[in-house]
Nanobody, 121 residues
Framework: QVQLVESGGGLVQAGGSLRLSCAAS????????IGWYRQAPGKQRELAAA???????NYADSVKGRFTISRDNAKNTVYLQMNSLKPEDTAVYYC???????????????WGQGTQVTVSS
């Protein structure tokens, strides 16, 4: 089993910054893609940013230029630096990881419990 533990959410004024962290632990052989999704009230969950184990990144158009995703493969940890935050960034942010583990190198998707980010105007 694999656990994803998120931290770093909170309340910030518009224009401010927050840094989210997500640490994966448990039976892990490797993590391919790991990233952050977000879900605002009344809206569908959407990808905010993701990064592969080779370092390739993918961002939602709405966060490009403001958010930066990075990872520490040795620590199985992903970070999301969020700058110039806007009220529309308010959402629950979920960590998601594509994990390979076990004797057959099986693939599973895991989710964190979510962390609230609230941006006040």
């Amino acid at each position: 089993q694999v656990q994803l533990v998120e931290s770093g959410g909170g309340l910030v004024q518009a224009g401010g910054s927050l840094r989210l962290s997500c640490a994966a632990s448990g039976s892990i052989s490797s993590i391919n893609v790991i990233g952050w999704y977000r879900q605002a009230p009344g809206k569908q969950r959407e990808l905010a940013a993701a990064i592969t184990n080779a370092g390739s990144t993918n961002y939602a158009d709405s966060v490009k230029g403001r958010f930066t995703i990075s990872r520490d493969n040795a620590k199985n940890t992903v970070y999301l630096q969020m700058n110039s935050l806007k009220p529309e960034d308010t959402a629950v942010y979920y960590c998601n990881a594509e994990v390979y583990s076990g004797p057959f190198y099986s693939r599973h998707d895991y989710w964190g419990q979510g962390t609230q980010v609230t941006v006040s105007s």
